[in-house]
C-alpha cells in the first residue's frame, strides 16, 4: 500500500511558478509510474503528465506541455511538478497518483494523493 502527500500547493500570481512535491511511503516508489492529474471546479480530474520509473521521458498532455516539468528523485520517494507561465484556467486541485501503466486515465492509476489546491489571480 503506498501513500501519497501531495505539497506545494498555494496562490499565485499569472504568469508565475510553484512546485508541486509528492511524498511516497509505504512502498517500493521507484516501481511506479508517477502521474499528476488536475481537478478544475466542475470538471472531471483530467491529465497533466506521467514519468517512468526511472525517470526517462516524461509524457505530457496538451495543457502542460511547453509550461510543466515533471521529474522525481527516486532515492527521496518524492515526484515534483514544475510550473511556470501559470495562467488562471490552471486552478484547480491537483493530485499525484501511483500506478504500474504509462496511461494518461484516472483508471490506470492505483494509488492517489489527497491533493494540493492551487489558486492562480489573473
Known amino acids: 500500500q503506498v501513500q501519497l502527500v501531495e505539497s506545494g500547493g498555494g496562490l499565485v500570481q499569472a504568469g508565475g511558478s510553484l512546485r508541486l512535491s509528492c511524498a511516497a511511503s509505504?512502498?517500493?516508489?521507484?516501481?511506479?509510474?508517477m502521474a499528476w492529474f488536475r481537478q478544475r471546479p466542475g470538471t472531471e480530474r483530467e491529465f497533466v503528465g506521467f514519468?517512468?520509473?526511472?525517470?526517462?521521458?516524461?509524457l505530457y498532455s496538451d495543457i502542460a506541455k511547453g509550461r510543466f516539468t515533471i521529474s522525481r528523485d527516486n532515492a527521496k520517494n518524492t515526484v515534483y511538478l514544475q510550473m511556470n507561465s501559470l495562467k488562471s484556467e490552471d486552478t484547480a486541485v491537483y493530485y499525484c497518483?501511483?500506478?504500474?501503466?504509462?496511461?494518461?486515465?484516472?483508471?490506470?492509476?492505483?494509488?492517489w494523493g489527497q491533493g494540493t489546491q492551487v489558486t492562480v489571480s489573473s
Open positions: 514519468i517512468w520509473r526511472d525517470g526517462v521521458a516524461p
Open positions: 509505504g512502498g517500493t516508489f521507484s516501481t511506479y509510474t
Open positions: 497518483a501511483a500506478g504500474n501503466t504509462g496511461m494518461p486515465y484516472v483508471s490506470s492509476y492505483d494509488y
